[in-house]
């Protein structure tokens, strides 16, 4: 088998990933209302700041009649940080002879290695959304409603938790839950049988109150039990997000890559394919913290989900990304 078959397997693989992605992208972004915002972009170095004004209280009372001098009010700037975070995938083996032997084409299998790529790759995406909306609103007291030790998830605790956004709760486009919460939800009679997105095993419906559920078994929604167990027995819990617009986004940035090795001195010729790329990372109304000498470059999982990384920068808790329940 020639080695330019093995670049068209390549070829193929890039190709469809990149394709079923910016097709995916929209969609879920339509579907979500913008709650979540995936999107293409570039960005240099390892952090991406925007510095804006903030103006405080400026309209007062005044006395008519009244002398006397007035306390300034000192105009602010505020800064927002998104952060990179670097992504790849595991090297992937397999032998010259593999598509020979079984007379497939690689053109094939470079498709459905592409989309499996793509599906796991936005699975990623909304994973890490997740998880930094979990870690900076958990850190909020104002935003954060735990219901009770046996409370399952109901509309009634989805309005609780609306509540404390006040005047703004209609500004929530979005419930994004575990499967295991919509269903409770569901189980109180709510019917509607209509998807408006699935990509993989991610799941959009609308609960007819005007707001998205999406539901996706997301590792990020799951508090687990503690071990060892105390007394009583603390149950595994489950975390609901609800969402404004734009409150998570993940922009890609422009630096896919990709290498392929031919490695000799096996029993069978064997070709090595490995990937890698980054995307930025932010949270409405939070600045990722750069952390010591900027040792939050490049972060973990474990760094993402630390809430002392996320600095608030808002003064009102209404203007940041969502609120956060949490369930039996």
Sequence with gaps: MALTDFEVYDQYRYNTAIEMLRENLNVFNASTRGAIVLSAGSHRGDFDETSMYE??????RRNAYGTG????????MIQDRSVKVASGTAPLRYTRA?????LKNPREAGVKHGEVMAQQMLKDYLDTAILAAVAALSGEAEVVNNAGINANQSL???QATARLFGDQASNIAVWLMHSKSLHDVYAQTLTNANTLFQFGSIFIREDGFGRILVMTDSDNLVVPAPSPQTSPETPVRYRTLGLV???????QNDDFTSAQTT?????????EIQSEWTFQLAVRGFA????ANSANRSPNDATLGNSANW?????????????LATTL
């Design 55 to 60: 103006f405080l209280q400026l309209v007062r």
């Design 69 to 76: 001098t007035v306390t300034p009010v000192a105009l602010q």
């Design 98 to 102: 593999q598509f020979s032997w079984i």
């Design 156 to 158: 009634n605790n989805l």
């Design 245 to 251: 617009p734009g409150a998570v986004e993940v922009q």
């Design 263 to 271: 490695i000799t001195g096996q029993e069978n010729i064997m070709e």
């Design 288 to 291: 990722f913290a750069t952390g």
């Design 311 to 323: 600095d608030r920068y808002v003064t009102s808790h209404k203007d940041l990304a969502g609120v």
